[in-house]
């Protein structure tokens, strides 16, 4: 029937343009369910983690956010140890990776000849694509064992003998703690941001790079102030993006962060993320016990933690938008 | 009609594999890691010789005893015994299923396996924090003979929570009083100082990997990774290397009539006596709801004690005593009730 009717001289307009309209109907209902669908589980998610959490708010109050206590045995908990290293070895992983992607993204839109281009962009793809249980083996079996016998020990007997910057890098060589972690995590999130970063630069149109060859322009001058200006967006937004991964990752930190809930001056002391310690103590909290609650309150603190660093790369953003 | 006599063979043929294959009754268990190699092995065994299949997720005890209380298992496995008033409240059985124990590993240039001796006292102390060189006097002065060198104790431990490190903080709370009232024993602690590593496996690859590490692992795992071991003075007062002979009269030394089967090993007399044994349990509903399969899991735990002691032996597991498996029956006769009233063991 809609066959013969397509193809007769006389469209029947009325009828398709009901037809589409209940199949628009149709659809755009799907799209706001799909919509609402997303509000609603994120919605859910937090509202869970959050009663969940709350036996542990209640017992520890705003304490709870500083107290460095995680004692399963006088069920005292506080999330200042996991808080402090999520925030520590995210940061540092962002420390070490960013010049690192950078770099990798400059020489492959500016410096690279064409045919090495398509090698490295892949490689660093691929890099993106290994598990992350594959970096915490490798960096247990491979990286510890560097660590503790040749980098920390000689850091230890050179930095680590001076007076002030000193403290960072003093204690017992391990070879995991805090800057390993970091180490790994910024492996992991170099590929995201180099490749973010390579796709923002090479977007930017030719026309305004030649221009400021034309005008004398240095290859750096014209990374310097003209492509990073133009793509400042999208390489704030890669650098978020690795940030994120960094503060929820769990396997890979679990392996080589020391897992000890302690603050250490030191760097290469032993410490504690969320991620890693939620997964570490989950199997063996009892249902209903202030253990499991104050883990699901830390849940809680990592979603928060997720939404604030968010919020603030908008905020940061936001003023240079309008410009 | 061709078509529908073919449907109707068809048919009977898909059922009749099934009918072979119900014969295999499976039985589900979740809960502790330390005991499920042993576990494994005795399911593989079981299903050949009583044809009943498990399925045990090692999930850990904290796990097992969630799922048991939510009842989605036929049975839940702990490490750590469960208080009297839990068993009570959940209308849980308690029981011991294999032991095993605990053994200190150390990473010292130049010492060999079991040639380093120590005390409960001197453990406590190192994981205190309070002895951290390796020619501490008085380490050296209970090594007469080894030559300890000028090097930092690295203490490592467990970082997810185990019935491991219950059974070795317990063993430090038992000898220790300073550590009992400061730290305690659960299956996760605030350790004073050292280093985290996840698993049997993750201790014993970072005790390998650090130079004047000390660690604790199950005998097994000590056994397989050929680690240095070390001796341990036990409440006689004797030196005792950890073997399968200082293990079992560990095990012949323990008092088995305290309620629930909840005996401690830790630290027990007798001069041969290793210091760190540790029953692990299993838990059973007294009221299951399906009186067949709860059983099986009493059929497989009953062939187990008859059968299974080699092969738990072979993975470096204590058999549990027969006289303890009597016991354990008597309590299935007198506990476990189906839902018609009626005792599920022994199987009519």
Known sequence: MSQAAATSAAPPLPARRRAGKAGDAAFALACHAAGVFVLVLLGAIIALLFAGGWPAFRAFGLAFLASTDWDPVQEVFGAGVSLYGTAVTAVLALVLAVPVAFGIAFLLTELAPAPLRRPIGMAIELLAAVPSIIYGMWGFFVIVPVMAGTIQPAIIDTIGELPVVGALFQGPPFGTGILTAALILAIMILPFIAAVMRDAFAAVSPVYKESAYGLGATTWEVVRHVVLPYTRVSVVGGIMLGLGRALGETMAVTFVVGNANRISPSLFGAGNTIASLIALEFPESAMGSLKLSALLALGFLLFALSFLVLTISRWLLRPRLKG | ?348
């Open chain 2, 1 to 348: 009609m061709n078509r529908r006599s073919f449907l109707l063979a068809s048919g009977v043929a898909a059922l009749l594999p099934l009918g072979a294959r119900a014969e295999a009754a499976q039985i589900t268990g979740a809960g502790a890691t330390f005991p499920a190699p042993v576990y494994a092995k005795w399911g593989e065994a079981a299903q050949a010789a009583i044809g009943i299949q498990l399925n045990y997720q090692a999930i850990g005890s904290g796990g097992g005893q969630n799922q048991i209380v939510n009842r989605t298992v036929d049975f839940g496995a702990s490490d750590a015994p469960v208080a009297a008033d839990r068993l009570e409240q959940h209308g849980l059985l308690q029981f011991p299923a294999v032991m095993g124990s605990v053994v200190p590993i150390v990473n010292i240039p130049g010492v060999g396996t079991d040639q380093l001796r120590l005390t409960g006292e001197l453990l406590a102390e190192i994981y205190a924090g309070r002895i951290s060189k390796w020619n501490d006097p008085r380490l050296v002065e209970a090594n007469r003979g080894v030559s300890l060198p000028n090097l930092a104790i690295a203490p490592v431990y467990r970082a997810d929570g185990s019935g491991t490190t219950f059974v070795f903080t317990s063993y430090l709370s038992a000898v220790s009083p300073e550590w009992q009232r400061k730290v305690g024993a659960n299956t996760s602690i605030r350790w004073p100082v050292g280093n985290g590593a996840r698993g049997n496996d993750g201790v014993a690859g970072m005790v390998r990997n650090t130079r004047g590490a000390i660690g604790y692992v199950e005998n097994a795992y000590a056994t397989r990774n050929r680690l240095a071991t070390a001796q341990l003075r036990n409440k006689a007062g004797n030196f005792v290397r950890p073997t399968m002979e200082s293990f079992r009269a560990a095990a012949a030394n323990a008092d088995w009539s305290v309620p629930h089967f909840a005996a401690s090993l830790i630290d027990t007399n007798g001069a041969e006596s290793w210091p760190i044994v540790s029953p692990t349990f299993i838990l059973l509903p007294k009221n299951p709801q399906d009186a067949a399969r709860s059983a099986n899991v009493m059929k497989f735990f009953d062939w187990a004690y008859r059968n299974g002691g080699r092969m738990a032996a072979e993975l470096e597991y204590i058999p549990l005593p027969d006289e303890v498996a009597d016991a354990v029956r008597a309590a299935w006769g007198r506990e476990v009730k189906g839902p018609d009233g009626q005792p599920v063991w022994p199987p009519r």
